[in-house]
């Protein structure tokens, strides 16, 4: 058992690499839809390209989406209106009638008998207006398209149909009361017209609950289905053109398969093929890092970074497909490699974008589209964002961004529809949200910066401001060293910006390579303003161990100051596994019959791993070597040059720095130029 748990201990990088990978792996798997995948790809409007296909099984010819919404409106339509009928209504109507007649004074001109025979005929016509209903239009004439469509009026717990014009309406109202209180006296008949348009109110009204529940009833009964397709049916011929009943029968064809493959027998198998798939993925994303990025693959903090990136945009875009499958675009999938190049580099950046985009392959629909369009998008990503701590840059960036997403789907567009009538319109709203989203590209370098303890151009800027505190302790106890620190920043800046590479990178890590001289300022050629050398009365391996200590004080100073790692490369590899061959030299000398040990005077490394490392190398010992020319004419910085970057060539200094011989050429010319600038003869001025 202790042995088991020991060996864990001492794997304990690989065992968490494999913990993440598991979670990771199982994480997207959970997200990816409940269906198997449909061999088939065909798209509207393009010929069928696979052999004649033959139903493999019976299925059902599934109505479109528009023909469902279209009957779903049709019922709507012709669904029954309820209206409902209020009694008491009409009962009130009646006693308050009768009651404001039976008060009138009774005079020669209106007996009891003339009174009785009023509210007699009063009630009648009470009866005859309610006696379907009295409704008011104001509130229910939106409900009824035409006053003779049949609607239902519910009496209590009867129904009867009836014609909607039977229901008496107010403009309906003055003429059946004329018509009936015609033959009275003026003063009779103004009596009875006050009072019934005193006391008559409607008592019907529409009953939405009845309707809508009649409505949901029909709507439940609608059917999805126009048809079927029996086992062996041609459903299509080799190069006939997807389009129309075809394309109807194939998308039915599509849901049929997919739900006889998706079932529990089958369901383990495709959880399993899902499994491998995105596991190969991740999989080559740890052995590129591996391969190319052995840094990045050792440090399980940044590990952790890059895969759980992967995750959130997987998660993000799959929680928007399930929302509304209308906003597959509005997701920012471009901040990964924003992200991702801002941190380490623009190839890893674009591979692990294009691995996210493959694995999101399996959730989107049109997922050859959706592939294409999200790789050409990264693409212009890494080759336009650069330098995020200018502003303007990322404007422009993700200004071109969206340009090629709305020229790539206008290009899909045109070719699925045959012109440009078809095209829909809110994907261009939907891109221009894209890359407003994009923005927070650089709220997320802030987080990860933090959350992560990673670095971008942003923290580079600050940590190349001379006044930090840092920089401002070097140019006090080390006045010498700052100056040459500030013209290596120049000369590297130059030539990072000569071949692309990161020159905000390697100006700051110039700035700070040399740190490590604090401890012993003196003991550098450079801070030795009074002319007095400590290292006369040193033997050559004494002042051989402080020259070669200046890098690992510099690392611990770093450290205890908390600069990023990308910086501390800096001050590591600046020597790489070069030799103070000075101090080596002169044990030779002092010792002619003893054998020296190489390794006491060599730089521990590691050689420089990346182009701006071995920048940094090259810019140091040229600026530092130029110091030493008396006559430093353009001929002998051009010797000095040459003979300083072949030596570093010859002793395998540059074979993990990913550069080749021309940018190393191009960088050799850079610093000639700016060291026979630094150099140049004045005019003598006269006295």
């Given at each position: 058992m202790n042995t088991i748990i020991n060996k864990l201990y001492k794997n304990n990088a690989i065992v968490y690499k494999v913990l993440l990978f598991l979670i990771t792996a199982v994480a997207i798997v959970y997200l990816f839809p409940r269906g198997g995948q449909f061999k088939y790809d065909f798209v509207l409007g393009k010929p069928w390209q696979y052999d004649n296909?033959?139903?493999?099984?019976?299925f059902a010819i599934y109505k479109s989406e528009q023909e469902i919404e279209k009957e779903k409106e049709l019922m709507q339509l012709e669904s029954k209106k309820y209206f409902a009928f209020n009694d008491e209504i009409k009962?009130?109507?009646?006693?308050?009638?009768?009651?404001?007649?039976?008060?009138?004074?009774?005079?020669?001109?209106?007996t009891v008998k003339e009174v009785n025979e009023m509210m007699k005929r009063g009630v009648s016509i009470i009866n005859l207006i309610y006696q379907y209903g009295f409704i008011n239009e104001k509130n229910n004439e939106n409900y009824v398209r035409d006053k003779n469509e049949i609607v239902v009026l519910r009496r209590g717990n009867s129904v009867e149909n009836i014609l909607f014009s039977k229901l008496v309406q107010s403009n309906d109202?003055?003429?059946i009361i004329d018509n009936k209180i015609q033959d009275l006296s003026a003063s009779k008949q103004q009596i009875m017209l006050s009072t019934l348009a005193n006391v008559l109110k409607p008592n019907v009204a529409f009953d939405d609950k009845f309707t809508t529940k009649e409505l949901e009833e029909a709507l439940k009964n609608i059917s999805y289905t126009k048809g079927m397709v029996s086992k062996g049916e041609l459903i299509i011929l080799k190069g006939d053109i997807v389009e129309?009943?075809?394309?109807?029968v194939l998308k039915s064809f599509q849901l049929a398969s997919q739900s006889t493959i998706w079932s529990k027998s089958n369901y383990s198998w495709i959880v399993f093929g899902y499994a491998v798939l995105v596991s190969l993925a991740l999989l080559m994303l740890l052995l590129f890092l591996q391969r190319y990025r052995l840094e990045i693959y050792n440090d399980n903090n940044k590990v952790t970074f890059i895969f759980f990136n992967v995750f959130v945009m997987i998660l993000v875009q799959t929680l928007v497909v399930k929302a509304n499958v209308d906003y597959l675009y509005v997701v920012p999938l471009s901040i990964l490699p924003i992200v991702l190049k801002a941190f380490f580099d623009a190839?890893?950046?674009?591979?692990?974008?294009?691995?996210?985009?493959?694995?999101?392959?399996?959730?989107?629909?049109n997922s050859f589209e959706f592939i294409y369009l999200h790789i050409i998008a990264g693409i212009v990503t890494i080759l336009t964002v650069s330098e995020l701590y200018k502003r303007a840059n990322l404007f422009i960036s993700i200004g071109q961004i969206t340009l090629i997403y709305m020229i790539t789907y206008l290009a899909f567009s045109i070719l699925k529809e045959g012109n440009a009538d078809e095209i829909n319109w809110l994907y261009f709203g939907l891109f221009a949200a894209n890359g407003l989203l994009s923005f927070l590209a650089v709220f997320f370098i802030y987080f990860y910066e933090k959350v992560f303890g990673l670095v971008s151009d942003v923290t580079l800027l600050e940590l190349s401001n001379t006044n930090s505190k840092l920089l401002r302790e070097l140019n006090e106890k080390a006045p010498g060293t700052f100056q040459h620190s500030m013209q290596v920043a120049n000369l590297a800046e130059a030539?990072?910006?000569?071949?692309?590479?990161?020159?905000?990178?390697v100006r700051t890590g110039a700035l700070y390579h040399d740190i490590g001289k604090m401890v012993n300022p003196m003991y550098f050629i450079e801070n030795q303003s009074t002319g007095v050398n400590p290292h006369n009365d040193l033997s050559p391996k004494d002042s051989a161990r402080i020259i070669l200590d200046h890098v690992i004080k510099g690392i611990e100073i770093a450290k205890r100051n908390k600069l990023p790692d990308r910086i501390i490369d800096f001050i590591r590899t600046h020597h790489g596994t070069s030799v103070a061959y000075y101090f080596y030299k002169k044990e030779l000398d002092d010792n002619p019959n003893t054998e020296i040990d190489i390794?006491?005077?060599?730089?521990?490394?590691?050689?420089?791993?990346?182009?701006?490392?071995?920048?940094?190398?090259?810019?140091?010992?040229?600026?530092?070597?130029?110091?030493?020319?008396?006559e430093p004419t353009a001929q002998k910085i051009d010797e000095l040059i040459d003979k300083i970057v072949e030596k570093q060539k010859n002793d395998n200094q540059f074979i993990n720095s990913d550069i080749t011989f021309r940018e190393i050429e191009k960088i050799?010319?850079?610093?000639?130029?700016?060291?026979?600038?630094?150099?140049?003869?004045?005019?003598?001025y006269p006295d």
């Amino acid at each position: 058992m202790n042995t088991i748990i020991n060996k864990l201990y001492k794997n304990n990088a690989i065992v968490y690499k494999v913990l993440l990978f598991l979670i990771t792996a199982v994480a997207i798997v959970y997200l990816f839809p409940r269906g198997g995948q449909f061999k088939y790809d065909f798209v509207l409007g393009k010929p069928w390209q696979y052999d004649n296909l033959y139903a493999p099984f019976d299925f059902a010819i599934y109505k479109s989406e528009q023909e469902i919404e279209k009957e779903k409106e049709l019922m709507q339509l012709e669904s029954k209106k309820y209206f409902a009928f209020n009694d008491e209504i009409k009962q009130k109507v009646i006693s308050q009638f009768q009651q404001q007649i039976g008060i009138l004074p009774i005079s020669d001109s209106l007996t009891v008998k003339e009174v009785n025979e009023m509210m007699k005929r009063g009630v009648s016509i009470i009866n005859l207006i309610y006696q379907y209903g009295f409704i008011n239009e104001k509130n229910n004439e939106n409900y009824v398209r035409d006053k003779n469509e049949i609607v239902v009026l519910r009496r209590g717990n009867s129904v009867e149909n009836i014609l909607f014009s039977k229901l008496v309406q107010s403009n309906d109202i003055l003429p059946i009361i004329d018509n009936k209180i015609q033959d009275l006296s003026a003063s009779k008949q103004q009596i009875m017209l006050s009072t019934l348009a005193n006391v008559l109110k409607p008592n019907v009204a529409f009953d939405d609950k009845f309707t809508t529940k009649e409505l949901e009833e029909a709507l439940k009964n609608i059917s999805y289905t126009k048809g079927m397709v029996s086992k062996g049916e041609l459903i299509i011929l080799k190069g006939d053109i997807v389009e129309g009943k075809r394309y109807n029968v194939l998308k039915s064809f599509q849901l049929a398969s997919q739900s006889t493959i998706w079932s529990k027998s089958n369901y383990s198998w495709i959880v399993f093929g899902y499994a491998v798939l995105v596991s190969l993925a991740l999989l080559m994303l740890l052995l590129f890092l591996q391969r190319y990025r052995l840094e990045i693959y050792n440090d399980n903090n940044k590990v952790t970074f890059i895969f759980f990136n992967v995750f959130v945009m997987i998660l993000v875009q799959t929680l928007v497909v399930k929302a509304n499958v209308d906003y597959l675009y509005v997701v920012p999938l471009s901040i990964l490699p924003i992200v991702l190049k801002a941190f380490f580099d623009a190839r890893l950046g674009l591979f692990t974008h294009v691995l996210t985009v493959l694995l999101l392959g399996f959730i989107v629909p049109n997922s050859f589209e959706f592939i294409y369009l999200h790789i050409i998008a990264g693409i212009v990503t890494i080759l336009t964002v650069s330098e995020l701590y200018k502003r303007a840059n990322l404007f422009i960036s993700i200004g071109q961004i969206t340009l090629i997403y709305m020229i790539t789907y206008l290009a899909f567009s045109i070719l699925k529809e045959g012109n440009a009538d078809e095209i829909n319109w809110l994907y261009f709203g939907l891109f221009a949200a894209n890359g407003l989203l994009s923005f927070l590209a650089v709220f997320f370098i802030y987080f990860y910066e933090k959350v992560f303890g990673l670095v971008s151009d942003v923290t580079l800027l600050e940590l190349s401001n001379t006044n930090s505190k840092l920089l401002r302790e070097l140019n006090e106890k080390a006045p010498g060293t700052f100056q040459h620190s500030m013209q290596v920043a120049n000369l590297a800046e130059a030539a990072a910006n000569e071949i692309g590479a990161n020159s905000m990178l390697v100006r700051t890590g110039a700035l700070y390579h040399d740190i490590g001289k604090m401890v012993n300022p003196m003991y550098f050629i450079e801070n030795q303003s009074t002319g007095v050398n400590p290292h006369n009365d040193l033997s050559p391996k004494d002042s051989a161990r402080i020259i070669l200590d200046h890098v690992i004080k510099g690392i611990e100073i770093a450290k205890r100051n908390k600069l990023p790692d990308r910086i501390i490369d800096f001050i590591r590899t600046h020597h790489g596994t070069s030799v103070a061959y000075y101090f080596y030299k002169k044990e030779l000398d002092d010792n002619p019959n003893t054998e020296i040990d190489i390794k006491k005077f060599q730089y521990q490394g590691p050689i420089p791993f990346s182009k701006e490392t071995a920048i940094l190398m090259m810019c140091d010992a040229a600026e530092a070597a130029s110091k030493s020319l008396k006559e430093p004419t353009a001929q002998k910085i051009d010797e000095l040059i040459d003979k300083i970057v072949e030596k570093q060539k010859n002793d395998n200094q540059f074979i993990n720095s990913d550069i080749t011989f021309r940018e190393i050429e191009k960088i050799k010319k850079i610093i000639k130029n700016k060291l026979m600038n630094i150099y140049h003869l004045r005019v003598e001025y006269p006295d």
